[in-house]
Each structure stands twice: as C-alpha cells, then as structure tokens.
C-alpha cells in the first residue's frame, strides 16, 4: 500500500486519536447499559438514554464539516477528543438516589454530548484519509479499510473493556479511568501533532454543508437503512435477550451474563473490524472504476438482507429461548457481521470516491448524518421491536430496512452507468 511519506505522521497520529478514542466509545455504551439495566430499566427506556447520542450525531455531523472546512480538521479532531473527557466526568456524578426520570434525562444529555464528541472526531479523522492518502481508488479503499476496520475491531475490544470493567471495578472508577485515557491523548496531540491536516477557509459558507450530488445523497440514504438494520438488534435487543438467557438474578449470574453478553459484543465487533480492514484482499481486482464498486456493493447488501430474515423465521417457529436456538441465533448474527463489514467497508470507500478534496469534510459529514439518522432510527426501533415482538421482530425490521437499503443501492448504481 503506497502512501504519501510527508502526510505520514499526521495520518499516524489521526489515526492513534481515533482509536483511542472508539475504545472509550465501545467500553462506555456497554457501561451505560448493562448499568442501567441492573437499575430496572425497560427495554423502551434504555433505548432512550441513546436516543440524544444519535440526535446529537445528526446535528454534529450537519455542522462539523462545515467547521472542520472553516477552523482546520485538527480544532475538530482536538475538539471532539476534550467533549468526551467532558462527557465522561458529567456521567461519573450520577447518582443511584435519583428518580429512574431524573437519571434518564441526565443520562440522555450526557450521550448527547458523547454523540457531539464522537462525530466530530470521526468525520476528522474519515476526511483526514481522503486528504492524507493517494489519489488511485484502489489504494484509497485500502487505507480507509484499514481506518475503519481496525477502529471497529478496537471499538469491539471496548465492549469488552466496559463488561469487565463494571464486573471488577464498578460504574464510577471505569469512567473516571476512560477520562484520564483521553486525557493523556488529547496532551500528546496538541503538544506534538505532526504537518499535514489542512487549514481552514474562512469564506466557506454554512449552506455548502447539503450536498447537491445525486450520488452522495442516495449512498446516504442507502447508509441510513443500512445502520438502521444493524442497530435495531444490536442497540437493545440482542443485550437484552442474552441477559434473560443467561442471568439467574443473583450477583453471580448478573457477572456471568456481564461477561458473556461483553464478550459476544466484542467479538461480534472485532470480526467485523477484522473483516472490515480484510475487504480489500477479498474483493480483489475492482479496479478504479467507481461504478463497479456500486455493482459489487448492490450485490453485497443482497446477501445480507437474507440473514436477518432466516433468524427471524427461526426465532418465529421456536420463540422460547433454548441452547440450540441460542447457538443458531449466535453463528447466525456473526455471519451477519462478517457480510455486514464487507458492505460498509464499500460504502465507507464510496463517499471518499464520489466526493472531491475541496467539498470532502462537508460531504463526509453529511454522509455521516445520514448514518447517525439511521442507528437513530434503529435505536428507537430495537427498544420498541423488543419490547412489542421480542428479537424476532427486531430482525424481520432489520430484513425490511436493508431490503430499502438495497433499492437505494440500485437507484444510485443507474445514476452512475446512465
């Protein structure tokens, strides 16, 4: 992979913020939910400690492109890395003598903030590969496989981190160890950031943020029901339904499913990293012909739509958890992993492809509102699908979202080879 050997340090360290960054990420949202739901939380209710997280997405990633195209990608980088240290803190001043009511909204403001924080450094770091790698499609699609794939995987790890640390250390202790993590990478960057991430332009208007691009606004649309599909069992779902398999009640058995249910998610994400920063050497020979690469995607999201739709059908004839249906459901989900990574990490390529070095920060970022508009949509529908038809139905509503996933696909691939 051939790489431009000035801009190499600042990609390094871009890259090492990000995925700092994606663990704190990962270990929090298993925190928050495996915390909350020891405190009695509904399936409804823990769906919306997220929902400001994914509102605070769209928001952020309407604005941040703009601001990174403005003020320069290391202000949003650095910007993004302080507001999670913030986030971090607040949520450590939560107290267990609140109302279930008190403790939601604060929850929700605090994920909110997480969210801004989040988007921002992602959309630094996505826009800072396009401007940072060479120019050939095929050797973009491998740095920004490498990027994501092996954020995913360390976001996986995360899952993992959060589990085991409310299992050893409890809540407070392990938000507090996050922040000081941050701490010393958001230092480190500020005092040594290497040359290379662009400046600002100060004339660049707000309203530049909304793409005029058929191609970028139908791959977004695409993204919207593809993130849907997958947050809408992963979100609550799947966490909820391992738990009530797992867990007898006692502090035993809540530790037993901690781990087990962190351990299923980091694995479950780590193979999709892996999967993800592989997609390159799997999908051989594509060339530098953009409208191919929309062809293989179309194909690939097919493939996935009939994953969810079998596990829903079996979920449907046995719905009393067993080992079988258990084993089934896991080997099940991880295929979808697996086939899930290949689709993003083609999407993830696309909009880097169908966008140009002067307009990249701000069709990234409105690329990446589309997709916190669609794990929004999937979040607020894992709670409610759970909650009315159990996961069954959160994976027949994951097979109808990636089903308009794929008509989005189609649509844009004509647009394309007209």
């Known amino acids: ?244 398999v797992l867990s007898d009640g006692s502090e035993a058995g809540n530790r037993l499913a901690f781990f087990s249910i962190g351990s299923f998610m980091a694995v479950w994400t780590i193979l999709y990293g892996f999967v993800q920063a592989h997609a390159p050497r799997m999908l051989r020979n594509l060339g530098d012909d953009t409208a191919h690469f929309v062809s293989v995607t179309r194909f690939w999201v097919k493939i996935l739509t009939a994953i969810p739709a079998l596990l829903a059908v079996v979920l449907f004839f046995y719905p009393e958890p067993n080992t079988s249906v258990t084993i089934v459901l896991t080997l099940g989900l991880f295929a979808f992993g697996a086939v899930f990574a290949v689709n993003s990490s083609l999407h993830s390529f696309l909009i880097l492809a169908l966008t140009t070095g002067k307009r990249v920060t701000m069709d990234v970022g409105f690329y990446y509102m589309a997709n916190a508009a669609g794990r929004l949509l999937g979040t607020l529908l894992s709670g409610l699908s759970y909650q009315i038809g159990g996961l069954a139905l959160c994976l027949a509503t994951a097979t109808l979202m990636l089903a308009a996933s794929w008509i989005a696909t189609n649509r844009l691939n004509q647009s394309l080879t007209l």
Not at 70 to 77: Q, W
Not at 219 to 227: D, E, T
């Open 1 to 244: 992979m051939t790489s431009k050997p000035d801009n190499m340090p600042a990609y390094i360290a871009v890259t090492a913020a990000y995925w700092a960054f994606m663990l704190t990420d990962g270990a929090l949202r298993m925190l928050v939910l495996l915390h909350f739901h020891i405190l009695g939380f509904s399936p409804v209710q823990l769906a919306y400690l997220f929902i400001l997280y994914e509102v605070a997405g769209i928001i952020t990633n309407a604005t941040a492109g703009w601001l990174a195209a403005r003020f320069g990608l290391a202000i949003t980088l650095h910007a993004g890395l302080f507001l999670q240290i913030i986030a971090l803190l607040a949520l450590s001043q939560l107290s267990s003598e609140w109302s279930i009511t008190a403790s939601v909204i604060y929850a929700m403001c605090v994920q909110g903030l997480s969210g801004v924080a989040k988007d921002l450094t992602k959309m630094s770091s996505k826009s800072a590969v396009k401007l940072l790698a060479p120019d050939q499609n095929s050797s973009l699609f491998k740095w920004v496989a490498l990027l994501t794939g092996a954020k995913n995987a360390i976001k996986g790890l995360g899952f993992l981190v959060g589990a085991a640390s409310l299992a050893l250390f409890g809540f407070v202790p392990s938000i507090l160890g996050m922040a000081v993590l941050l701490a010393i990478i958001l230092i480190a960057t500020l005092i040594r950031m290497p040359k290379g991430l662009p400046n600002g332009v100060k004339n660049t208007r707000f309203r530049d943020v909304f793409s005029t691009s058929p191609q970028v606004n139908r791959l977004s649309l695409a993204r919207v029901f593809l993130f849907g599909a997958r947050d809408v069992w992963f979100v609550v779902g799947i966490p909820i339904f391992y738990y009530a």
